[in-house]
């Protein structure tokens, strides 16, 4: 089973990279671009017997060690 | 006689200056020990040094968190004993839960390498023991993620109980309220982003990071 993990940025830090590249975005002609932030995308192969598992595997995983809860807020999706 | 010990992790590139400025130039018992070590039994305080544990892969110190040293370097921190983590270290500490904040990418989006003056906060510490309130010391930075950050309530925390304990005089890297260097609530853990295992000869430009080994020498023996 497959698990997609992205970690982002909370919305009250600062997020100098995503703005770099939305600056470069207005600067190439994609104006319509209002704001741009950077996050981090994982995928997980696990083994487990029901998707419910995989979910709190995934969940437990991605709290404890994929994200750090100063900086960083999680989603995580189950693909069979 | 106290006994120092400096974690080695896969990827650590300061620990060799940090046992010279203890061992070398203080001349105080220091080892290196290799992350898979699981205890630290007869040490009196431990290092964590600068470089990029684990390549820095996921975020700095993220990974080096999970190492078998950080067990009996937790142990050390409830004991009292001196925990300090320089750089790559203070991350680590950080990830660990053992030292608030976390660090952003400089606001400059670069690497800086480059001596800053840093002013000292607290005298009482393991990093500031034979150092005064105000005193101000050239030391170098070399990190691309030392932009302190923690929410304001932690922040807040941080300046009620006089646990800043360096702040950059020019804010280089855009960090919260230009810290530098905390300690835990108890005193006895301490982060520092700049690099005092640097500067510990007046060779090196300055031996302003001798001060800050003499300190932890002093706060070592004071209450080993």
């Known amino acids: 089973m497959k698990a997609n993990v992205i970690v982002r940025l909370k919305e009250a830090v600062h997020d100098p990279q995503g703005e770099t590249i939305g600056n470069v975005l207005k600067q190439v002609g994609y104006g319509s671009v209002a704001a741009v932030r950077q996050g981090k995308f994982f995928e997980l192969t696990l083994e487990a017997s029901s998707k419910e598992e995989a979910l709190r595997l995934a969940r437990e995983i991605a709290s404890r060690v994929l994200s750090n809860p100063v900086l960083e807020v999680f989603e995580v999706e189950v693909k069979e | ?224």
């Open chain 2, 1 to 224: 006689m106290p006994r120092f010990a400096v974690s080695v992790f896969p990827g650590s590139n300061c620990e060799e200056d940090v046992k010279y400025a203890l061992e070398d130039v203080l001349g105080e018992p220091t080892d290196l020990v290799w992350h898979k070590e699981t205890s630290l039994e007869g040490y009196d305080a431990v290092i964590l040094p600068g470089g990029f544990a684990h390549g820095d892969y996921l975020r700095p110190g993220a990974l080096a968190r999970f190492s078998p040293i950080m067990d009996p370097i937790r142990e050390m921190a409830e004991q009292g004993k001196p925990v300090i983590g320089i750089c790559n270290g203070f991350q680590m500490l950080q990830e660990a839960g053992l030292l608030e904040g976390a660090m952003l990418r400089n606001r400059t989006l670069t690497y800086i390498c480059r001596y800053v003056e840093l002013r000292v906060e607290h005298g009482d510490s393991p990093l500031t023991a034979t150092l005064e309130e105000g005193e101000v010391l050239r030391i170098p930075i070399g990190h691309a993620d030392g932009n302190y950050f923690a929410d304001e309530e932690t922040l807040a925390a941080l300046e009620t109980k006089g646990r800043v304990l360096f702040r950059y005089v020019e804010n280089v890297n855009g960090a919260e309220r230009s810290i530098a260097g905390i300690r835990s609530e108890r005193g006895n853990v301490v982060g520092l982003m700049p690099h005092p295992d640097r500067c510990y000869e007046p060779e090196l430009g300055t031996d302003d990071g001798r001060k800050v080994f003499e300190s932890l020498v002093a706060w070592t023996k004071e209450h080993a």
